[in-house]
């Protein structure tokens, strides 16, 4: 293929990740059921002039929580203040944040269920009245200030919505539950990221990458970057789904999406464990790995496709996983 001097060649990875947002609903793939009902939301908002409840995004990295986000502030026509449960470590973080919001704000916070108790406990306070208590001074003498705060709308991200507190998560007025995409949805997102890249995406290569993408749209689009590279440098740069399959073997991707780290979850459970079961904090050792990882990442996807088992003495490989390395499962194994 030919070498693109233009300057948008020169654009990073990472702004390449953003152009491929859906910027309003209408771009939005998938998830119609999230889309009605955040549809309704905001449209009963804007009739009021008030701003909507909050929103909490729950499911699987990858799928679109920070676009949906940015789609709600866009809707509302609302400025976007972005930040992360990690951020707030301490409660004058948070505060400080808070105490910043106009009126109308859309506050993303993303993986909210790692943000620290007393700033929590903050939010909480926010989220309900509108207010937070401002601690001065210290010990006996510590007095407490109210400070008012201007009516926001925050929005959650979360993977793991059952590690959320109860109070916290019944102050949000809608929750919306991210589910997989669809083959054919991701082959959607595929064909419109190819248009906007610029990229010859035949439809059976689209099939093929849909395919090994995990249900997740930001691997679709990862995989087709790389796959991209590929077909510039040793083909033609129309991506068909022998250039996709010559592509993502390089890659190590295998043929239903699952990558090394997946395929070393799957392999430590099964040689080294027997099976399981076994704890995950014992298997993200096994893997060099953190639980988190392991946890949040890898699972959700190895127990849809019907690989792993989440029981209560821990992480068992189903028979489906057992073939899939190639291997016999033991008589006894499930699924
Ligand atoms: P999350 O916050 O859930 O991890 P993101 O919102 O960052 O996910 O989405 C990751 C990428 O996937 C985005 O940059 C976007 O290109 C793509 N994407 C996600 N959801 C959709 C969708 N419904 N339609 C089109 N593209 C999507």
Redesign the pocket.
Known sequence: GTVDLSPHAEVAEQDV??S???RDLS?????PRVREQLELVLSGALRRGRPPDHVL?S?P????????SMIIAAELGSALRVTSGPAMERAGDLAAMLSNLVEGDVLFI?EIHRIARPAEEMLYLAMEDLRVDVVVGKGPGATSIPLEIAPFTLVG?TTRAGALTGPLRDRFGFTAH?EF?SPAELEQ?LH??AAILGLRLHADGAEEIAGRSRGT??IA?RLLRRVRDFAEVRADGAVTRSVARSALEVYEVDEIGLDRLDLAVLGALVRSFGGGPVGVSTLAVAVGEESTTVEEVCEPFLVRAGLLARTPRGRVATAAAWLHLGLTPPPETVG
């Open positions: 990740e953003s491929l947002r859906p771009e939005f793939i998938g998830q995004l499911g990295p990858g799928l679109g929580k920070t676009s949906l993303d991200a991210m995409y997102v419109r990221s749209p930001r689009n």
